[in-house]
């Protein structure tokens, strides 16, 4: 699984230093928001031809990561 994450990448001169695909100018944000209007694995990979299937599992087990740690803290309604 780890393997996955060397497919993400910084650089401050693309997107900003945003996360990104194999140094491509395709941000994880980018893949994710497409998964979650319901874009599916083929339409992606057909409209963005350079990504991999492994590069869309990537984005999924990145953002995993994010969120992996989170503490959620409950809130008192005042």
């Known amino acids: 699984?780890?393997?996955l994450l060397q497919r993400i990448?910084?650089?401050q001169?693309?997107?900003g230093g945003k996360p990104v695909i194999r140094g491509l100018r395709i941000s994880v944000e980018?893949?994710?928001e497409l998964l979650t209007k319901g874009a599916t694995e083929w339409e992606i990979l057909e409209d963005y031809p350079e990504l991999e299937p492994d590069d869309l599992r990537a984005a999924l087990l990145y953002a995993h990561h994010l969120v992996v740690g989170e503490?959620?803290?409950d809130r008192v309604a005042a």
């Open 13 to 15: 001169r693309v997107l």
């Open 1 to 3: 699984m780890e393997v």
């Open 71 to 73: 503490t959620i803290l």
């Open 30 to 32: 980018m893949i994710l």
């Open 9 to 11: 990448t910084f650089n």
